[in-house]
């Protein structure tokens, strides 16, 4: 269990989160989402200790992470992929992390060939691409083997195979109980991936929930190669619609009621999406915006 309880942490006359509460649950992975600057970093930061809170408290398993035990053995932690000494080499970074942690040296064996790292065990990180140093960093986040998982942005970097490796494996850590603090800008893979969606814009939470609670009444994506067919049909059937291009539109309907007023008017669809294609996208850029203009 990860809890934000009215943290706020400003730097100088700059508030940088503002009285953020939200939860994390065991066997969920949670998307933390916003646009640069919006405040998840500092928050990730709190949480973990690097930066001490004006106001609230960040808590992992009910207790701050200076509280912890043995925190790596608690909660994995990925900041920052490149903040890993570049001399040394990677089967050394992992055999440190476990000294430190009290682990077993077998234990980073498996961690190499976990994230698939074991053939370039040798080489020195300051040798290694992006996406290899952010599977070095997932491979040290879960060498303690922690009950949570705090990742800022751990896709970068890593190819299309790579990112649904991670996605893959953060499932699996999820449903065998783990909590998953997961922050990123590519929207598609945390729609992809994630169950629980927190989304924070100038310094605030503007939208939590499940993905299905949140995007529910988004509207259908309905494509056809009969524009003015499909108009006519929207129309009779008493249907609000809007156009994105001339071969697709939004349906502010379910996919059920949309297929039934094609069939009626005898318009061919070639795609039908109920909460459409770019859902979690139109929903961020609409809280996004709404946030600015309040502002």
Not at 53 to 59: C, E, H, L, M, V
């Amino acid at each position: 269990m990860i809890e934000f309880n009215s943290v706020t942490k400003s730097f100088g006359s700059q508030r940088a989160i503002d009285d953020i509460t939200f939860t994390c649950k065991p066997g969920t992975i949670t998307g933390f989402l916003g646009p640069n600057g919006a405040g998840k970093s500092t928050s990730m930061r709190v949480l973990c200790g690097l930066s001490r809170a004006d106001s609230g408290d960040a808590t992992i398993f009910g207790r701050g992470f200076a509280q912890l035990e043995n925190p790596g053995r608690e909660v994995g932690v990925l900041l920052d992929a490149s903040a890993q000494h570049a001399g040394r080499k990677g089967r050394e970074v992992l055999a440190i992390t476990a000294l430190t942690l009290g682990v077993r040296p077998g234990r980073v064996d498996e961690l190499l060939e976990l994230v698939g790292l074991a053939g370039a065990a040798e080489k020195r990180v300051g040798n290694y691409s992006l996406g290899m140093k952010q599977r070095l960093g997932i491979a040290n986040a879960l060498l303690g083997d922690p009950r949570a998982l705090v990742l800022d942005e751990p896709a970068n970097g890593l190819d299309p195979e790579g990112i649904r490796w991670l996605r893959g494996l953060l499932r699996e850590f999820a449903d065998a109980g783990g909590t998953v603090l997961l922050s990123s800008h590519l929207l598609k893979e945390i729609d992809a991936v994630a169950d629980d969606l927190v989304i924070i814009a100038g310094g605030k939470v503007v939208s939590e929930g499940t993905r299905d609670e949140l995007l529910d009444g988004r509207g259908t994506t309905v494509k056809s190669p009969d524009p003015i067919g499909m108009t006519r049909a929207f129309e009779s059937a008493g249907i609000e619609f809007r156009a994105i291009d001339e071969a697709t539109w939004i349906a502010e309907s379910d996919a059920l009621s949309v297929s039934r007023a094609a069939l009626d008017g005898g318009v061919l669809l070639t795609h039908l999406d109920e909460q459409g294609e770019n859902a979690l996208e139109d929903l961020f850029f609409d809280l996004v915006s709404d946030q600015a203009a309040a502002a």
